[in-house]
C-alpha cells in the first residue's frame, strides 16, 4: 500500500473501515495487516464507534451549559464518574441528556467511545442484566461450549465490553456460589449503566440528582477563550432563572397534567418488619405533611425503584443509594421513632400492592421543578411525580 496514504489514514478510521467490510462484506483493497491491527482491534473499535453515552473526566465536577458556550448559563453539573446520553456531538462540546439535564459539556472533560467503556469497566459500573428466567451461564461463546450453571432474571454482573461479541456478552460475577468470567447470549440481557447522572443547579434537589442504572440501547464552541479545568471545580455563579426561564416555567405551571396515574394492584413485595419500619420513616421524612395519597404515593416511588431492580434487589439499596434519599443513613436511626399510624399504613400498603402512583420513580417539591422539562407528570399535594 501507499506509505502516503498509510499515514494519512489513522489506525482507528481504518480499523471502523475495515470493520465495516467485514460486517457488511463490501470489497476493499486493504487489510489489517496494512495497519498493523488485529482483527479483535478491528471488532473492538467498531463496537466503541457505536457508544452513545460519555463519562465525565473531572476531578469534582463540570458544568453543563444551556449552549455551547462559556457564557451560556449553567443549567447542570455533571459530577465525577457520572454520565450522560449523547445528543448532538460536535468538536469542541457535545450536547447530552444526563437525568432532567440537557445541555452541553465542553469535550475536554468528557471521555466518549472506548474510553468511556474502559472507564466504566475500570469502576465495575457496566452491568450486564438478566432479563428472562433460568438463563444458561457458558464458558465460551456458542452454545456447544461447558455450562457454568444457570441465573435468574435480576441477576447482575459486570460487563467485560473487550471480550463481549454482537451475539454473546462477556460477564464477571457470582455463579453457583463461585465468581467466574464467562458468557450469557446477549438477547438475554440487559447492559446498564450504574453512574450518577447531572444535578440541575438552582434546585437544591438531591432525590433525583444522580439515578442511576439506565439501560443502553444500542456544537459550535464560543470565540471566548475556554475556561481551565480549575473552573469545573468551583463553578460560576449565575442565576438560576432568567427571564426566559421564568416564563418557561410560568407558562409550563398552567399545563394541565398529561400522566394521572391509575390505582392499581401489584404483586406484593415482601419486606421485614424492620424493612416497613425503614419505609416509615422515609415517608415521614419526605412527606408527613402531605396528605394520606401523598404519603401512600411516596411510599410507592420506593416500591417502584424496588421493582424496577435498577438501584439494587433490596430495600436498603433503593434507600441508600448514592444521592437519593438525602442522609438517609442519618436520618433513618434519627427519625424512625417520630413515624405515625398513617406514615406505617403507606408503607405496608405500597408493599401489599396498593399504587396511587402508576409506574413513576421520581418526585419533587413543585416549588422547585421545571415542570415543562418532564415528559410526563403528576402533581399531588406539594409534589411533583414524575
Not at 468538536?91 to 465542553?106: A, H
Not at 465468581?179 to 434537589?205: F, P, Q, R, S, W
Request: charged share 25%; proline share 1%.
Amino acid at each position: 500500500m501507499n506509505k502516503n496514504i498509510k499515514n494519512i489514514i489513522s489506525k482507528s478510521a481504518a480499523a471502523v473501515a475495515l470493520a465495516a467490510m467485514l460486517v457488511t462484506g463490501e470489497a476493499g483493497y486493504c487489510n489489517a495487516k496494512d495497519f498493523g491491527i488485529t482483527r479483535a482491534e478491528i471488532i473492538t473499535v467498531k463496537a466503541a464507534e457505536s457508544f452513545d453515552y460519555v463519562v465525565s473526566n473531572v476531578n469534582e465536577y463540570v458544568n453543563v451549559r444551556a449552549e455551547a458556550s462559556t457564557s451560556s448559563a449553567i443549567i447542570g453539573k455533571l459530577k465525577k464518574n457520572s454520565y450522560g446520553k449523547i445528543l448532538l456531538r460536535g468538536e469542541k462540546w457535545t450536547k447530552i441528556e444526563s437525568g432532567e439535564v440537557v445541555g452541553y459539556v465542553s469535550n475536554k472533560y468528557l471521555l466518549f467511545d472506548e474510553d468511556a467503556i474502559a472507564k466504566l469497566t475500570s469502576l465495575k459500573k457496566y452491568k450486564a442484566v438478566v432479563n428472562a428466567s433460568k438463563v444458561n451461564v457458558r464458558k465460551g461463546t456458542g452454545t456447544d461450549t461447558e455450562k457454568v450453571g444457570t441465573v435468574d432474571k435480576g441477576t447482575r454482573f459486570n460487563l467485560i465490553a473487550s471480550k463481549s461479541t454482537e451475539e454473546w456478552i462477556c460477564v464477571r460475577g457470582k455463579v453457583n456460589g463461585k465468581t467466574v468470567t464467562a458468557y450469557i447470549y446477549a438477547k438475554y440481557v440487559d447492559k446498564v449503566i450504574d453512574l450518577a447522572v447531572a444535578e440541575a443547579v438552582g434546585t437544591g434537589n438531591t432525590e433525583n440528582a444522580a439515578v442511576t442504572g439506565e439501560k443502553v440501547t444500542d456544537a459550535k464552541e464560543s470565540t471566548e477563550t475556554t475556561k481551565t479545568e480549575e473552573e469545573t471545580k468551583t463553578g460560576e455563579e449565575t442565576k438560576t432563572e432568567t427571564k426566559a426561564e421564568t416564563k418557561t416555567e410560568t407558562k409550563a405551571e398552567g399545563k394541565k397534567d398529561d400522566g394521572v396515574p391509575e390505582r392499581t394492584t401489584r404483586a406484593a413485595v415482601t419486606l421485614s418488619d424492620e424493612d416497613i419500619i425503614k419505609l416509615a420513616t422515609i415517608v415521614y421524612m419526605e412527606s408527613n405533611c402531605e396528605s394520606y395519597e401523598g404519603q401512600l404515593a411516596v411510599a410507592n416511588v420506593v416500591i417502584n425503584r424496588l421493582v424496577s431492580g435498577i438501584w439494587g434487589d433490596t430495600l436498603d439499596d433503593v434507600l441508600y443509594a448514592p444521592n437519593q434519599f438525602a442522609g438517609a443513613k442519618t436520618n433513618i436511626p434519627k427519625y424512625k421513632n417520630k413515624i405515625n399510624e398513617s406514615n406505617i399504613k403507606a408503607a405496608k400498603e405500597a408493599a401489599a400492592g396498593n399504587n396511587n402512583i402508576g409506574d413513576y420513580m421520581y418526585f419533587r417539591t413543585v416549588r422547585g421543578a421545571n415542570l415543562a422539562s418532564y415528559k410526563k407528570y403528576y402533581i399531588l399535594g406539594n409534589h411533583v411525580f414524575h
